[in-house]
């Protein structure tokens, strides 16, 4: 991918979600993943909210970002994360995210844009209950 | 079964799928035909080739994982396909082991170094309990506090063994046994040509796992003691042998006995019942490890452990 270009396109969805797309062949380093944590929490106010990951084009993610967006020991940013992916490689990310590197909150691994949405919206419901 | 008549022409331009130009013949676009399947089957070979040698370095780094080596990884291609699906999930899979071979690393020295301290504190109050014994003019009170010194002196041996052991979790009893007989002959048994100590233990002994290792040695320790105490009174000559074996025919179970020629027990005492500190010791740590504890009286005394050593 080009240097220059942003690794992630992160926005608030006036639904009531945070939208984060990763950059297509972007390689996820520590920096770039606690610049985008950074930035959710700018978005996000005082508030909390569920986050869609869009994974679909990635590259790479190193260990560390890894264990960055799994929140073990820090209080967490977002409420639910839904992981968008598609390719072979975002699909073996996504799982290491279930299994090995398991955030702190609920997450998902969806193939279905529309899906993804619907499942964050319900988180986004569920904490207004 | 459908039978197809096709000329060599038509056959390459339906594989290749040229179309006719205006006015060109079957035969000249088959020609056409012909270079585009050529092209493609070099690009085949090459994507063949390059895809084996993507493979093989996948299994290099699966291989060097197998063999504890982290630090290899599979490099990923511009456009990501499933051969690179593979390779990062390897590659994960290589990062998430060394940091776990790193943090059970990490683990291990913290409780070596926990052993080693506890031993170094044991050793001091062993130390601090000798010093105190030798300031006590009253010989009963004065050997109350040597017993303990070396009763602790034992516990610290085993503390030695484990963080000196290979992986933490037990000791070789054999090995213990050797260094226990050495220092008690050294330190308890000022005559040593007088009072002999022999060990006999098998080549290859059982790991004891701290929770019986703990046990074991204070049983050794006292029936060692009170044999350089009780079992050759005056100038008596004789030996004490220390023996520990598996016995024939079991699988896990071990004799560890400690046995003399001395005076034997004095008439009418029986172990079981003692009032002795050490020997009520030793029943109580035989019962706490599961163990059989015999004890024979002809010529001299002998001390029977049967226990239990699971591999």
Same mark, same amino acid.
């Given at each position: 991918?080009? #240097? %220059?270009?942003?690794?992630? $396109?992160?926005?608030? =969805?006036?639904?009531?979600? !945070? @939208? ?15 610049? #985008? %944590?950074?930035?959710?929490? $700018?978005?996000?106010? =005082?508030?909390?909210?569920? !986050? @869609? ?77 | ?311």
């Amino acid at each position: 991918m080009n #240097n %220059t270009e942003p690794i992630f $396109e992160t926005t608030f =969805d006036p639904r009531g979600f !945070i @939208l984060s797309r990763v950059a297509p062949l972007a390689e996820i380093d520590l920096e770039q993943a606690k610049e #985008n %944590t950074k930035y959710v929490r $700018e978005l996000s106010g =005082d508030n909390v909210y569920p !986050i @869609l990951v869009d994974i679909r084009k990635i590259r790479s993610i190193s260990k560390e970002a890894r264990d960055h967006f799994a929140m073990r020991g820090r209080k967490p940013g977002v409420t639910a994360i839904a992981m968008l992916v598609s390719s072979p490689l975002s699909r073996i990310i996504g799982n290491f995210f279930l299994g090995l590197n398991q955030p702190v909150v609920p997450t998902k691994m969806f193939t279905d844009r529309d899906m993804a949405e619907q499942w964050v919206l319900n988180a986004v419901h569920d904490e207004h209950d | 079964m459908t039978k197809v008549s096709l000329d060599f022409s038509d056959a390459v331009i339906r594989l290749s799928g040229v179309k006719l130009l205006e006015g060109e013949t079957p035969e000249d676009a088959a020609v056409r035909g012909l270079a585009i399947i050529e092209e493609r089957l070099q690009q085949f070979e090459s994507e063949k080739k390059n895809n084996s040698k993507r493979i093989s370095e996948i299994l290099d780094v699966v291989m060097a994982l197998a063999s504890l080596d982290y630090t290899k990884r599979a490099t990923l291609s511009e456009t990501p396909d499933h051969i690179d699906a593979i390779a990062g999930g390897v590659n994960m899979l290589g990062e998430e082991l060394q940091q776990s071979t790193v943090s059970l690393k990490e683990k291990e020295v913290l409780l070596r170094e926990i052993h080693h301290r506890v031993k170094n504190n044991l050793q001091v109050i062993s130390s601090l309990l000798n010093l105190q014994a030798g300031q006590i003019n009253d010989k009963i009170a004065r050997q109350h506090y040597e017993v303990s010194h070396e009763r602790i002196r034992a516990m610290a041996l085993v503390h030695e063994k484990l963080y000196q052991s290979k992986d933490l979790s037990g000791i070789d009893f054999g090995n213990y046994i050797l260094s226990l007989t050495q220092s008690l002959n050294a330190s308890c048994n000022p005559d040593a040509k007088r009072i002999r100590l022999v060990v006999d233990v098998d080549s290859e002994t059982p790991v004891l796992k701290i929770d019986a290792a703990i046990p074991c040695a204070l049983i050794l320790n006292e029936l060692i003691m009170n044999g350089f105490k009780h079992a050759f009174p005056g100038d008596r000559k004789g030996k004490i042998t220390v023996s520990f074996k598996k016995i024939p025919g079991e699988d896990v179970r071990y004799e560890l006995s400690v046995s003399d020629n001395g005076v034997g027990l004095p008439e009418g005492l029986d172990p079981f019942q003692s009032a002795s500190l050490g020997l009520q010791l030793v029943t109580v740590l035989a019962e706490q490890v599961d163990a059989t504890l015999t004890v024979l009286g002809e010529e001299g005394t002998a001390f029977v452990l049967t226990c239990k050593c699971p591999k």
